[in-house]
């Protein structure tokens, strides 16, 4: 059948290779049963999961309420669309715009701001961590609390476990059209954190074209301190190194700041145990005393044989 | 030959026969056996061929204690070669038998057959032996592959993959150093190089630790050393200083003795339980402007992550004050008189620097001093805070509640003062009572001074 799971330990570096092989040696089925997923959506199935047996039409909900509700909700985002344009690029007036150096992004001053933003945690693959997000006291932060564990699911392929994280979600324009953050007129990431001394990693998505760079995340470590005291955190743009599915890649290159789609903290320092980290506001800001463009080498480094 | 056979066999049956065997016995046994083995099998093991067959092949010695158990379980799954560290596994378990194990691997067969499925068994086992920090036993692990075998001779063994099982052993073997944030050296460079040759996946994968190790290696503003402090006072007074975030901040340890009669344990009353807590000149400050008549908090615990310890530390706060109260204290220019501390500058033609964000200021009230203990009773926390009140002595007029939850922490703000567990109380003229928020036994105060 397909390669024997015991002895080889799950391929991480020669994955290119390997997932082709297993995917065509996977028993063949008959033609009329379940659908198989499209080229387009990708091969991979994430260890542990099941597969989906669905016809892609499936999941829709097709009701009516719904319906009413979107196409209010929609119109009137699509109205504010066509009246922003009047007033300045991004609904700014154009000197705001040009001059601003600090934007706030996100500020958790509401049960709506928490909306925005999406957790998970290693259940999804069958681990035991727990992850919860819900307004700090005062309305005025966001607490993101949980338990991490590292023990990983007994499901024969993966060997590492015990992450959480808290994702932001892709802003929507009018009828779930993508829209996308543009930060190319600033150069730093500040955040107003207070941690309790765990490190955190950065995760940064950005719009791609093609579709071998859905998984590319820019990441960078978080450090927070512990204890009562607020924590500031300013993290140049130029800092962030792009990873694949959560390994490091060789060839480097600078964050682009005109298509960002989402920004994520995660977790995954395996220390077992509860952990818990408050944020006050995640912004931007341009910091005309930072002139690195990149921190890493751009050139080849690891030249073909 | 035989006769040395022999004396291992005896050696051994008596090892097996005893319970308790101490490592360095063993180590030292095997290694006067060893020496009596010929030298052919350990000056060349590095730079051996084995596409030749070896002259004294048909004398591998084995040690004889392994000799009975191989034949009987000769099982032949697929799963992880851990028959020979379960059988060390009686044993206490060090590095010394860590290598002893590997050393009785590598000399029981000169083609190291199965060396794949041992190093995984010992990767696994690492842990439990408590060498999975140790680069030595990684090199010598590393060891145990033959040496240029898996050397690609030609551009098309290049091009596919040679000997995919041992190229992904060594890169596994890499991750779990690269797991566990250990640095290798030129030696694991040299084995690697030796063993699968410079071009191959675990080269790379060597070439990609050497390269963002170091770049990420001191990036971390507050760093926690690998080898914490054992000592819980050190331990406390090195998280305290660090969750300080002020340089002039003094630590202070506080001893309790708990009464006798309050304590379950009989053995523990006598001995002193220290507190360590901090304070600095600026919240002594902040402490002695603060109003008697709005009450101070003692919070906690928090939790303070180092690395794989957790240590929880009691914040002792206030409510912020409400803006009518606020008094603004105008900047004393003599403070400081080395740079003007409030400039007003007028640019009319610059658009200006606008540094601050758009957003509203948190402010969660005042912290006056923080301290770390295990045990978060009332005796402690209360003698910390008569400890406080030597060098603070607004302390004895204002009224201290106590906040002890366990759970998701955050400072809480101004408008939770209605909790239901709170307890209001008196402020006497000298001592204060105390009265714990959780349900506890009616405990004496603590007024006595040392």
């Known amino acids: 059948m397909s390669l024997p799971k015991i002895s080889l330990p799950s391929v991480r570096l020669l994955s290119s290779i390997h997932h082709h092989q297993q995917q065509l040696l996977l028993p063949s089925t008959s033609p009329l049963t379940g659908p198989k997923r499209a080229v387009s959506q990708g091969e991979y199935r994430r260890p542990g999961q099941p597969k989906v047996d669905k016809f892609p039409w499936q999941p829709i909900n097709f009701g009516f309420s719904k319906g009413f509700d979107g196409v209010k909700k929609h119109l009137a985002l699509l109205k504010k669309e066509f009246s922003d344009r009047w007033v300045g690029p991004q609904g700014k007036p154009i000197l705001e715009h040009m001059l601003e150096?600090?934007?706030?992004?996100?500020?958790?001053?509401?049960?709506?701001?928490?909306?925005?933003?999406?957790?998970?945690?290693?259940?999804?693959?069958?681990?035991?961590?727990?992850?919860?997000?819900?307004?700090?006291?005062?309305?005025?932060?966001?607490?993101?609390?949980?338990?991490?564990?590292?023990?990983?699911p007994r499901d024969g392929e993966t060997r590492y476990s015990g992450y959480c994280t808290m994702r932001s979600k892709q802003p929507l324009a009018s009828f779930d059209r993508k829209k996308h953050y543009d930060w190319s007129s600033f150069n730093t990431l500040h955040l107003r954190v207070r941690g309790d001394g765990r490190p955190w990693m950065i995760n940064i998505a950005t719009e791609t074209y093609f579709s071998h760079q859905k998984d590319d995340i820019y990441n960078y470590f978080l450090y927070t301190r512990g204890g009562p005291y607020w924590q500031d955190v300013k993290i140049p743009f130029s800092k962030f190194f792009i990873t694949h599915r959560g390994r490091i890649q060789d060839d480097q290159h600078p964050l682009w700041l005109d298509k960002v789609n989402t920004i994520g903290f995660t977790l995954g320092d395996k220390a077992d145990g509860p952990f818990q980290l408050e944020i006050d506001f995640v912004g931007v800001c341009k910091d005309y005393a930072h002139t690195e463009e990149f921190a890493y080498e751009v050139y080849k480094r690891n030249p073909e044989i | 030959m035989k006769c040395a056979r022999c004396l291992l066999q005896l050696q051994c049956l008596r090892l097996v026969g005893q319970s308790a065997r101490s490592a360095a016995q063993h180590g030292a046994l095997l290694r006067s056996t060893s020496s009596s083995q010929p030298d052919m099998l350990h000056n060349t093991q590095v730079l051996r061929r084995f596409h030749g067959s070896p002259a004294c092949a048909k004398r591998r010695p084995v040690p004889a204690e392994f000799i009975n158990e191989d034949d009987k379980k000769r099982d032949k799954s697929l799963v992880t070669h851990d028959d020979l560290f379960e059988q060390v596994a009686k044993e206490v378990k060090t590095k010394a038998t860590f290598n002893k194990v590997v050393d009785v691997f590598i000399k029981r067969d000169i083609r190291r057959r199965g060396h794949v499925e041992f190093i995984y068994a010992a990767l696994?086992?690492?842990?439990?032996?408590?060498?999975?920090?140790?680069?030595?036993?990684?090199?010598?692990?590393?060891?145990?592959?033959?040496?240029?075998?898996?050397?690609?001779?030609?551009?098309?063994?290049?091009?596919?993959?040679?000997?995919?099982?041992?190229?992904?052993?060594?890169?596994?073997?890499?991750?779990?150093?690269?797991?566990?944030?250990?640095?290798?050296?030129?030696?694991?460079?040299?084995?690697?190089?030796?063993?699968?040759?410079?071009?191959?996946?675990?080269?790379?994968?060597?070439?990609?630790?050497?390269?963002?190790?170091?770049?990420?290696?001191?990036?971390?503003?507050?760093?926690?050393?690998?080898?914490?402090?054992?000592?819980?006072?050190?331990?406390?007074?090195?998280?305290?200083?660090?969750?300080?975030?002020?340089?002039?901040?003094?630590?202070?340890?506080?001893?309790?003795?708990?009464?006798?009669?309050?304590?379950?344990?009989s053995l523990f009353s006598f001995l002193p339980v220290l507190t360590p807590g901090i304070q600095s000149p600026s919240q002594m400050q902040l402490l002695a402007q603060h109003s008697p008549s709005r009450p101070v908090f003692v919070e906690g615990p928090f939790p303070l992550w180092l690395r794989k310890t957790c240590v929880y530390y009691y914040v002792l706060r206030a409510d912020p004050t409400p803006p009518d109260e606020k008094v603004e204290e105008p900047f004393d220019p003599e403070r400081c008189l080395a740079f003007p501390l409030q400039l007003d500058l007028d640019l009319d033609r610059d658009f200006g620097d606008e540094e601050s964000f758009d957003v509203e200021d948190l402010d969660e009230g005042p912290v006056f001093a923080m301290c770390m203990t295990s045990q978060g009773d009332q005796a402690v926390l209360n003698q910390w805070i008569s400890g406080l009140q030597q060098n603070n002595p607004i302390l004895g007029q204002v009224p201290t509640l106590f906040r002890l939850d366990a759970g998701p922490r955050e400072l809480q703000g101004p408008a939770d003062t209605e909790s239901a567990h709170q307890h209001r109380t008196d402020p006497g003229p000298q001592r204060e009572e105390r009265q714990p928020e959780e349900d506890e036994e009616p405990r004496r105060s603590q007024g006595a001074k040392w």
């Open chain 2, 124 to 265: 696994k086992k690492m842990p439990e032996f408590g060498v999975e920090r140790d680069l030595v036993v990684y090199n010598k692990l590393l060891d145990v592959f033959p040496k240029e075998v898996f050397v690609p001779r030609n551009f098309i063994q290049r091009m596919f993959n040679h000997y995919p099982r041992q190229q992904e052993c060594g890169v596994q073997l890499l991750e779990q150093m690269e797991n566990y944030g250990i640095m290798p050296n030129m030696e694991t460079k040299v084995l690697l190089v030796q063993i699968f040759g410079e071009k191959g996946h675990p080269m790379r994968k060597y070439q990609r630790i050497m390269y963002w190790f170091p770049k990420f290696k001191h990036i971390n503003p507050f760093p926690v050393p690998q080898q914490l402090p054992e000592d819980p006072v050190d331990l406390a007074r090195f998280s305290l200083t660090r969750i300080a975030n002020d340089l002039d901040a003094k630590v202070t340890v506080y001893q309790t003795h708990i009464h006798p009669d309050l304590c379950s344990f």
């Open chain 1, 101 to 152: 150096q600090n934007q706030v992004l996100w500020e958790f001053r509401g049960p709506e701001s928490l909306e925005q933003w999406t957790v998970s945690s290693d259940q999804e693959i069958g681990g035991q961590s727990e992850v919860h997000l819900k307004l700090g006291k005062n309305q005025n932060t966001c607490l993101l609390y949980g338990t991490l564990s590292s023990t990983p």
